[in-house]
């Protein structure tokens, strides 16, 4: 599945939104190093609905998904 990561971001009216997405390329995506916060993941497959993930990262946390 191909892989995307955006930060969320809050507005000047104080809604919140994904941010511009990062491409991460093709899975499995190993070593990726990002501050802490709140992301939306996006995985992509030929054949399947994409999937959104939001996640919410710690600081020093580590974070292994696994989709089916």
């Not at 501050?35 to 609905?49: E, N, Q, R, V």
């Amino acid at each position: 599945a191909h892989v995307a990561i955006a930060p969320y971001e809050r507005l000047p009216d104080g809604a919140i939104r994904p941010g511009e997405a990062k491409d991460l390329g093709e899975t499995p995506v190993a070593d990726l190093a990002l501050p802490a916060g709140s992301y939306l993941l996006t995985f992509d497959a030929p054949g399947y609905t994409p999937v959104r993930y939001p996640v919410l990262l710690a600081r020093g946390a580590q974070l292994e998904l696994g989709l089916e």
